[in-house]
Nanobody, 123 residues
Framework: QVQLVESGGGLVQAGGSLRLSCAAS????????MGWFRQAPGKEREFVAR???????AYTDSVKGRFTISRDNAKNTVYLQLNSLKPEDTAIYYC?????????????????WGQGTQVTVSS
């Protein structure tokens, strides 16, 4: 069992930055792929970024060059650095953990989810 708690969301102006954190409890954090997803009002939850156990990363096209995912296995924490934020980045951001998947780009490949943290970008 893995419990995930996100933090770091907030209200920021366009062009600003935020750093989201996701603290994991439970064992074997390093054996999980970690992902960030987001859900805007009235829209489906979508993939944002993921980092494999090996450290390799992937991003959705709309955030490439602006967002950076990283992990600290010693602290059981995964981060998402959000730079050059845009109003369209406004959403609830969710952290997720998964094992046994293939690409970890899809919701179904994740076993555990956090409660989410709100990111609001004003224009």
């Amino acid at each position: 069992q893995v419990q995930l708690v996100e933090s770091g969301g907030g209200l920021v102006q366009a062009g600003g930055s935020l750093r989201l954190s996701c603290a994991a409890s439970g064992r074997a954090f390093s054996s999980y792929a970690m992902g960030w997803f987001r859900q805007a009002p009235g829209k489906e939850r979508e993939f944002v970024a993921r980092i494999r156990m090996s450290g390799t990363t992937a991003y959705t096209d709309s955030v490439k060059g602006r967002f950076t995912i990283s992990r600290d296995n010693a602290k059981n924490t995964v981060y998402l650095q959000l730079n050059s934020l845009k109003p369209e980045d406004t959403a609830i951001y969710y952290c997720a953990a998964g094992r046994g998947g293939r690409d970890y780009l899809r919701i179904v490949e994740y076993d555990y989810w956090g409660q989410g943290t709100q990111v609001t970008v004003s224009s």
